[in-house]
């Protein structure tokens, strides 16, 4: 029976060192899965931030848009100005250069005031 006993006890005692070391093993599994709880929810937390801003970020994109469809549409009409009328809209004296362009006949001044440019009779000037 002594034998019986010793050996009862040694698996006794084996067990409860393998039930100890299962604990061990659960308890860091369990805080593993603490730590990667947190982590999961963090990145969710980022990932949900993300998912926010997408439709800002498509309004911003279609503003843009709108803003360069403008440019576009004035780099045509510019295209169109300088084909037609031989003009640049960058270039202020392009209208110098150029014989034709749009109110190139504006520049010339007219010729100054002289006696023989006026008509007025100088002798009703001399009455007043």
């Given at each position: 029976m002594k034998f019986a006993n010793n050996h009862i006890q040694e698996?006794?005692?084996?067990?409860?060192?393998q039930v100890k070391s299962m604990d061990d093993?659960?308890?860091k599994?369990?805080?593993?899965?603490?730590?990667i709880?947190?982590?999961y929810k963090g990145k969710q937390e980022v990932l949900n931030q993300y998912i926010d801003e997408i439709p800002k970020l498509k309004q911003e994109l279609a503003e843009k848009e709108k803003f360069v469809n403008k440019l576009q549409s004035y780099h045509a009409s510019s295209y169109i100005l300088e084909r037609?009328?031989?003009?640049?809209?960058?270039?202020k004296d392009s209208e110098k250069k150029n014989k034709?362009?749009?109110?190139?006949e504006y520049h010339q001044v007219p010729p100054?005031?002289?006696?023989?440019y006026t008509f007025y009779d100088y002798q009703e000037v001399a009455k007043v």
């Open positions: 698996a006794y005692d084996t067990l409860k060192r093993i659960l308890s599994c369990l805080e593993t899965t603490r730590l709880e947190a982590k037609i009328f031989n003009i640049t809209p960058d270039d034709k362009g749009i109110g190139s100054p005031l002289e006696n023989n």
